[in-house]
């Protein structure tokens, strides 16, 4: 997973719909992490950004029950501090800001197809780009 060897790894939908396509690059990161024991947080509202029908999502499906996978929750607290990163940042999307909570959290990078979106809400934020 990079540089340092994360204990933990964000995946934000783009992430998400590229290993669902079965892009080699994103499988791999993907493998590699169960490998190194990985544990990969999905924030719920990047699932819902790239959940469409898990009948033909079966790698993605997959991927989210098993067990090095935590979908996590936006609770009220997440929520605030999601709202007020947007409010710093003048941006309004709070999926992204959810992402960059949970990166914080778990001190853990992202993976993601938008960097510079990200970068937009916390400029230190490790983005590792696909």
């Not at 396509?21 to 790239?50: H, I, N, S, W």
């Not at 999307?93 to 990078?109: F, K, M």
């Amino acid at each position: 997973m990079g540089a340092r060897r994360a204990a933990a790894a964000v995946l934000d939908a783009g992430a998400l719909i590229a290993f669902d396509k079965g892009e080699a690059r994103m499988r791999a990161l993907v493998r590699q992490g169960l490998g190194d024991r990985v544990r990969f947080v999905v924030p719920a509202g990047v699932l819902a950004q790239a959940w469409r029908d898990g009948r033909r999502q079966a790698r993605l499906a997959a991927l989210v029950s098993d067990d090095h996978t935590t979908v996590e929750v936006l609770d009220e607290l997440g929520a605030r501090v999601a709202g007020s990163l947007c409010g710093r940042a003048g941006v309004t999307d709070v999926i992204d800001a959810s992402v960059v909570v949970a990166a914080r959290l778990h001190d853990a990078p992202v993976v993601t197809t938008d960097p510079d979106d990200l970068r937009r809400l916390d400029p230190g934020v490790d983005v590792r780009a696909l």
